[in-house]
C-alpha cells in the first residue's frame, strides 16, 4: 500500500524554539518523489521541498531542514527558530509513479507557534 | 514560472445551481491537471485527474455527473459543481503537473452553498 503518515495531528510551541514535524511513508516503489507543502490560512499550498528516492542528503534551506531516511522510511521536517509566521498546516506527500504521477498526501500537522 | 491561475477565489451560491471553476496555466501547457476538495481541518482529498483532451479519471466516491471537469486545452481546465447543496461546500484545489518543480496549485476557491 501506498501510504503518508503525520501522526503528530497539531503542535504548539513558543517561538524561537526548534520544531520536528515527522513524515513516515510506505510504497513499493524504489523511485519515488517526497514532497513537503505548508498551507498558511489563506488556503494556498507553498511548495517547500521536493526530494528524490536516490538522494538521502539532508538539506537545510535557511531556518528550515529536512531529514530523509530511507531506512526508516522517514523523510522528517525541522524548523529552527520557529516564527509565528510559520503557524500553518504542513504537508508531507509521496507521488506515484503511475501514468499520472498522483500524490499521496499525509494528514497533515497543524504548527502554531505563540509569541 | 509554471502558474495556475484559479478563479474564483471565493463563490456563494443558492442550492441547486451550478457554479463553474476555472484553472489557467499561464506560462506552460498543463497536459495533467488534478482536482481536489478539501473539508475544514482535512488533507486533500483527490476528486479526479485529467488529461487534455480526454475524459477524467474520478476517484472512487466522487459523483461525475455533480462534479463536471473538462480540460479541452492545454492551458484551461474547469470544474463544474452542478446542482449545488450546501454538502457541497468545500475548499476546491487544482494542481498541474509541471516538469521540475513536480506540482503546481491554483490558490484554491472557497464554494459556499446556501
Known amino acids: 500500500a501506498q501510504k503518508v503518515t503525520q501522526a503528530q495531528t497539531e503542535i504548539s510551541v513558543v517561538e524561537k524554539e526548534d520544531v520536528t514535524l515527522d513524515c513516515v511513508y510506505e510504497?513499493?516503489?524504489?523511485?519515488?518523489?517526497l514532497f513537503w507543502y505548508k498551507q498558511p490560512p489563506s488556503g494556498e499550498l507553498v511548495f517547500l521541498i521536493r526530494?528524490?528516492?536516490?538522494d538521502e542528503q539532508n538539506e537545510i534551506s535557511g531556518r528550515y531542514s529536512w531529514n530523509f531516511q530511507k531506512s526508516t522510511s522517514s523523510f522528517n521536517f525541522t524548523i529552527t527558530a520557529s516564527q509565528v509566521v510559520d503557524s500553518a498546516v504542513y504537508f508531507c506527500?509521496?507521488?506515484?509513479?503511475?501514468?499520472?504521477?498522483?500524490?499521496?498526501w499525509g494528514a497533515g500537522t497543524k504548527l502554531i507557534i505563540k509569541p | 514560472g509554471a502558474v495556475v491561475s484559479q478563479h474564483p477565489s471565493w463563490v456563494i451560491c443558492k442550492s441547486g445551481t451550478s457554479v463553474k471553476i476555472e484553472c489557467r496555466s499561464l506560462?506552460?501547457?498543463?497536459?495533467?491537471m488534478f482536482w481536489y476538495r478539501q473539508f475544514p481541518k482535512q488533507s486533500l482529498m483527490l476528486m479526479a485527474t485529467?488529461?487534455?483532451?480526454?475524459?477524467?479519471?474520478?476517484e472512487q466516491g466522487v459523483e461525475k455527473d455533480k462534479f463536471l471537469i473538462n480540460h479541452a486545452s492545454l492551458t484551461l481546465s474547469t470544474l463544474t459543481v452542478t446542482s449545488a447543496h450546501p454538502e457541497d461546500s468545500s475548499f476546491y484545489i487544482c494542481?498541474?503537473?509541471?516538469?521540475?518543480?513536480?506540482?503546481?496549485f491554483g490558490s484554491g476557491t472557497r464554494l459556499t452553498v446556501v
Open positions: 494542481s498541474a503537473r509541471v516538469e521540475y518543480y513536480g506540482y503546481t
Open positions: 506560462d506552460f501547457q498543463a497536459t495533467t
Open positions: 485529467s488529461n487534455e483532451g480526454s475524459k477524467a479519471t474520478y
Open positions: 510504497t513499493r516503489d524504489t523511485t519515488y518523489y
Open positions: 526530494r528524490n528516492s536516490f
Open positions: 506527500a509521496l507521488n506515484l509513479m503511475d501514468s499520472n504521477y498522483q500524490l499521496i
